[in-house]
């Protein structure tokens, strides 16, 4: 079965999902729909000093020793664990098709630094010169294995037994999507039936959260935790940094059937468009948002019309929410006000590099169960933003087709069209 | 692993610019000299006992005219927006807003480049905080830059290429060192090539002058320290001495050339990546695999190999071994630049299309490379991963395949 394009229908045989509302689909859905936040006070590391202290950090994995790469890739191991499981596809280590992980960029973390400084030998003033004496031990020959950046992906391609090249990637906060749209793109092309595409984050550490700290990007209401996260609403003051995981078994719509496998979405359509304007903040004509979301429904061969329910990026920044909302606008015209836009990141936070994946598989959610998660945290509408967020209680709705939005530092948008059946 | 590329007419994929920087200088005539002359630039000195090959000096002024732009990015990055204007300019489209606003982008980079002082003087301190958590939390907060962690992201060298050349129709980034080069190229091509795609800018940059960096590759005893040696001949003195390079293709589909009259140094064939387990014998079952896939007919004539081996143990002498057996005249360029780690294997690919190009191999100091006698019509390129990933490359004469 094809498309109107021509192209191989590509369809969703599997999906799982951890975030800090807990791990699997159907603790997260529950969760989810009953507006409840996964965001609480920071006990990984202390936040003394620090002028954001809450997190959806994922606490109950436990993870030894605890690094970045570490947990991410436990993380996306449990996401993936569930997505095979449920598409039933290959044999246990043997995934027939390629992986496409996103994951955040890796390096050397604090800890293995104090434990590299203290085999030094440096006696007052510790600098690299030291570090790389120690490196040159052999002693810490694990270190390499863990800290390159395709570390995590060769872990998961080892354990999964997925087929040829693992490909790591970062498109910033559009990453999830990005390696949902590689995915798409190579079944398209007829290269493989079947893709796993995996995104995950577990790098909530001192250093990552001062860096968005430093650029002014997180909510500094600690308190209560649950209420840091306020996409849309007027009092919004950033977005709240979490871990999670979410990952999607990618297939030709025939394969699918051939093997009678159950079909639980289609990713229908992809888009992209970079910006040029600044290194973190929107071109104010929004032009690279429209044609955006432009591009992915006309290469799902759909139209704005069609579009039933958006899965919004809203993180919760006073400056995304707003461009989100104008981008929005001139996409649907006067229909903005009715269809529903909500953020899932109001009760999960902002999984960073996952949470292309992680709403991608909330959004097939929405549309399977016909019942949209809420956008909590909206006590304070901005009349800036006259759209209907689906204030703080879920709703049922018709869904057909739903956009997911993601969008990126560094000028990264990628919207994907998700549908409940072929078109 | 893909399977072969069967491109349609008028969908095979042309190299249509080159942007290369390294310790050789910059673009094609200042590479294709220092190759030939058998000449290379390394610095013993500086990191000893570590070998770099070093940026050859340059302003970067020719391509991120705006000194701010400059201040934004960390020296990798630079290396990179850098390489990336000189190939749009070797392609003939820079500043061709109507091309540059649908070419596609796949940047292959590491990233998080560091601020050794701020390290330094907190790894220094932290024995002596009373309170070692709240140390460190105070210190990062006050003396970390702000931008420096936008020039530390490694989707922000496509990010600046954006900002400084306005390359914008997508912007995708792999990480995962040698093999995030490889299939940079590998999806690059495979996307012109089925009509998903029609004019691309892919490549990477990597700034080897780093001591985090070296430090790194060092846990795993992969650098080359003391003397140096041609990559083939590291023996059991084996690592890869660490490059500042940059390198940039142009990719475009043979029709889009046509279209706007540009012409190709030379078509990029095929590209085949995998990841082997590195058991003894693994790089070369790869390579054998990799090889049928491309196709290239050993004993072809006018073909040599441009490698990319690292010189690191064993991967290095079970790829001299495979290449020996098939009895191809090869050149080794890491030798030469060193070693770039994600922007090697798209820096083998322009040499490679420069010698076409030029109808000629370059020659080599190095007594175990032979010459070619005759016309280059075709190269294959390899990038053996100094750890993981081997990927080949088939670079052919344009009307040849």
Known sequence: MRDKMGRPIVVVTGSGLVTSLGAGKADNWKRLTAGESGIRAITRFSTETLKTKVAGTVDFVPVEPLSAPDLSERLAEIAIEEAITQARIGTRGNFPGPLFLAVAPIELEWPQRETLAKNSGANEAVGYDDLLRAAATGRFQPFHRRFVFGSVGEGLAEKFGTQGSPISLSTACASGASAIQLGLEAIRRGETD?????????????????????????????????????????????????????ALVLESYDAAVARGARIYGVVAGCGELADSFHRTRSSPDGKPIIGCVHNAIADAGLTPADIDYINAHGTGTPENDKMECLGLTAVLGERVKDVPISSNKSMIGHTLSAAGAVEAVITLMTLEEQRIPPTINYQVPDPAIPIDVVPNVARDARMRNAISNSFGFGGQNVSLVLAREPA | MAEPN???????????????VSCLGEGPDAHWQALDGGKAHRDAATYAPYIVHPLAPMSFDAQISKKGDQRQMEPW?????????????????KGDAGILGRMDMIVAAGGGERDLAVDGAILTGLPKAPNADRFLNERLMNDLRPTLFLAQLSNLLAGNISIVHGVTGSSRTFMGEESAGVDAVRIALARIEAGQSDIALVGGAQNGERKEMLMLYEFGGFVLKGEFAPVWERGTHAGFALASMGAFLVLESAAHARARGAKPLARLAGVASTRSDRKPGAVTAALEALWRKLGPATGTSGMA??????????????????????????????????????????????????????????????AGERPLDEALRSAVVTGVGHWRGEGLALVQAVGTG
């Open chain 2, 77 to 93: 990055q630079r290396i990179g927006v850098y390489a990336a204007g000189l190939a749009l300019d070797g392609a003939g489209v």
């Open chain 2, 6 to 20: 069967v491109a349609e007419p008028g969908r095979e994929c042309w190299i249509t610019g080159i942007g290369i």
């Open chain 2, 305 to 366: 190999v441009i490698s990319g081996a690292t010189g690191v143990a064993p991967a290095t002498a079970e790829e001299h071994a495979f290449l020996g057996a098939h009895q191809l005249v090869v050149r080794a360029t890491g030798t030469h630049i060193g070693h770039g780690v994600e922007p090697q294997f798209a820096m083998n690919i322009a040499l490679a299309a420069l010698a076409i190009s030029r109808g000629h191999l370059f020659a080599s100091a190095d």
């Open chain 1, 194 to 246: 079947a893709a796993l595409c995996v995104a995950t984050d577990g790098s909530v550490n001192p250093e990552s959260l001062i860096r968005f700290s430093l650029l002014s990007a997180l909510s500094v209401q600690n308190e209560p935790p649950q209420a840091a996260a306020k996409p849309f609403a007027k009092n919004r003051d950033g977005f709240v940094m979490a871990e999670g995981a979410g």
